[in-house]
């Protein structure tokens, strides 16, 4: 028995670098191949894999939530929404003339509101009356709105051309990735207090509700980060490219390995975030790993496999699926955050659940959910042929329909071929369902 468990270990040891290498081979290939099927650059490469890493983390953290304990979050994206919000409000300069417009006031508002739920809380738990407790609501509500109101109009006109919201703090942006998975955990503590009592379908509604909530709040609170104006030039913590191309040391340095100033600096400047996100990465697998190899973690999938029996063992099922819950939502929040740093944008109007939640899913699916390196793999697996299948789908159309004459047939054909990736990534999910339906690399 014990030589069987060691021979399976071994296994799954080998089957993990195996595919790993094949994944690194890919990338190699996509850098240095250039034909039908790999583009020939690095700084596509490059790009592909920084995606891909923050669609680890994100899915990290799905998998806390799904593999550790059967919680089923299909608000993914507004998670990510969440963390995304940090950059803009923590290392943002603070927009001149907005604080004195309405800044006071908006503060106090967002204090009554928390201040009106604290004592709502208070009246029910004193009176155990539901009247009570309502007009403490309604009364809370209007002074509220009586303060936000002006507040939020007199901020939307400070030069809503370039600006019209409060602006940041102007903290460094490193910072902003913690605070991004702050604001996703308190989100994730307000859901959770409300629906982890319940059953499960309920904590599915419930995070599918507030994910678009959080996104359309986004969208039209132009005050927050100018809603579908956009917010631009957000701060990096790597240098930019054109401060690079202008300096002679650095086009030295570039000229002596072949690239030219242009390409070089994409390059370098993408090697400077691929760093900064395998360290957040490996760190975030170093803790989980020890959280689920801990008294904890046996016991969160104890409570997986059986809530029944674990619930009569004495353990507090809700608390710790809060718990796990929160864990689970601040690591999607802090990848958020890094989404936005990575591109200098946040656009509210770009978080569509097919791309945050739906392929999510299909990356912990597909790596082995349970398992943190499976997450990993099956992220950066499914973006590489997210990526990929926009240019070998049309290409395999192209080809399919090459000897076909010209008709209605081929030309829906043709025009059908942009849809390829959502076909590839449902025909991968099909394939790894069938054939390895715990994933890449299981859960030991």
């Not at 928390?114 to 403490?136: E, F």
């Not at 703090?169 to 490193?174: A, D, F, S, T």
């Not at 209605?408 to 991968?428: Q, T």
């Amino acid at each position: 028995m014990a030589t069987n468990r060691q021979a399976t270990t071994s296994y799954s040891r080998w089957r993990a670098l195996i595919l790993f290498a094949v994944l690194a081979i890919l990338f190699v290939l996509e850098g240095t191949v250039r034909n039908a099927m790999f583009s020939g650059s690095w700084n596509t490469s490059l790009a592909i894999l920084n995606m891909g890493l923050l669609s680890a983390i994100t899915a990290l953290g799905v998998n806390m939530q799904w593999g550790y304990a059967g919680l089923f979050n299909v608000g993914v994206v507004g998670f990510l929404a969440m963390g995304a919000l940090a950059p803009v409000l923590v290392s943002l300069p603070p927009v001149e003339g907005a604080w004195s417009a309405g800044g006071t006031r908006l503060m106090l508002a967002l204090l009554m509101g928390l201040g009106t739920l604290a004592l709502a809380k208070l009246a029910w738990s004193r009176s155990r009356s539901g009247i009570v407790t309502a007009i403490v609501l309604i009364a809370g509500f209007v002074a509220y709105r009586w303060l936000f109101d002006p507040a939020v109009t007199a901020i939307e006109a400070n030069n809503p051309a370039r600006h019209g919201n409060i602006g940041g703090l102007g903290l460094p942006v490193l910072l902003s990735w913690v605070v991004g998975g702050v604001f996703a955990a308190i989100a994730a503590w307000g859901i959770g207090k409300v629906a982890l009592g319940l059953r499960s379908d309920y904590l599915a509604i419930a995070t599918l509700g507030i994910g678009e909530i959080i996104v359309a709040v986004l969208k039209n609170e132009d005050w927050l980060a100018r809603g579908v104006k956009n917010i631009t030039s957000i701060p990096r913590p790597v240098a930019a490219e054109i401060d690079l191309q202008n300096n002679p040391d650095f086009v030295s340095f570039a000229a002596g390995w072949g690239f030219d100033a242009a390409e070089a600096s994409g390059i370098w400047v993408k090697l400077s975030y691929m760093s900064l996100f395998l360290v957040v990465l490996l760190v975030l697998i170093l803790l989980a790993e020890l959280a689920l190899n801990s008294p904890w973690g046996r016991m969160m999938r104890a409570i997986r496999d059986n809530e029944t029996a674990a619930e009569a063992m004495g353990k507090d099922v809700t608390r710790r699926h809060l718990q796990v819950f929160i864990l689970g939502s601040a690591v999607i929040g802090i990848a958020g955050a890094m989404m936005v740093t990575l591109d200098g944008l946040l656009a509210p109007t770009s978080y569509n659940p097919l791309r945050y939640t739906f392929l999510i899913w299909v990356m912990v699916i597909v790596g082995g959910s349970g398992n943190n390196w499976g997450a990993v793999l099956g992220a950066v697996t499914i973006w590489f042929l997210w990526i990929k299948a926009e240019v070998w789908g049309p290409a395999l159309i192209a080809l399919l329909t090459g000897p076909m004459a010209a008709g209605p047939v081929k030309a829906h054909l043709l025009d059908s071929a942009p849809h390829m990736r959502f076909i590839a990534m449902g025909l991968v999910l099909l394939l790894v369902l069938r054939f390895a339906p715990r994933g890449l690399l299981p859960e030991k």
